[in-house]
């Protein structure tokens, strides 16, 4: 069983920068490809990045790509997503995920991630 639970979230305003922690437990979770997600209200929850295992692979949404960061610490067992240039369309509850199966790559499919953080806020506003 995997655990994760996110920090980092607040009210920044446009262009500011903000960084994300998702801080994992459970036995194998050095195995698994971590996600990070976020959903803005009236919106479909979308996929920002994601990170795998062993290799660290990344990949991005075209919206992020460019202006943020996702990095793993596997001695502090944490994910982060660094937000740099932020926009206000980037205000959304974001969720770090991990998938039902271990592979060495991202899956794209939300279905696939059936662990999940409780969400922190993130809101760009002036």
């Known amino acids: 069983q995997v655990q994760l639970v996110e920090s980092g979230g607040g009210l920044v305003q446009p262009g500011g920068s903000l960084t994300l922690s998702c801080a994992t437990s459970?036995?194998?979770?050095?195995?698994?490809?971590i996600a990070w997600f976020r959903q803005a209200p009236g919106k479909e929850r979308e996929r920002v990045a994601c990170?795998?295992?062993?290799?660290?692979?990344?990949e991005y949404a075209d919206s992020v790509k460019g202006r943020f960061t996702i990095s793993r610490d596997n001695a502090k067992n944490t994910v982060y997503l660094q937000m740099d240039s932020l926009k206000p369309e980037d205000t959304a509850v974001y969720y770090c995920?991990?998938?039902?199966?271990?592979?060495?790559?991202?899956?794209?499919?939300?279905?696939?991630?059936?662990?999940w953080g409780q969400g922190t806020q993130v809101t760009v506003s002036s």
């Open positions: 995920a991990a998938p039902q199966v271990i592979a060495p790559f991202c899956w794209k499919e939300l279905a696939e991630y059936t662990h």
């Open positions: 459970g036995d194998t979770v050095d195995y698994y490809g």
């Open positions: 990170i795998s295992s062993p290799a660290g692979n990344t």
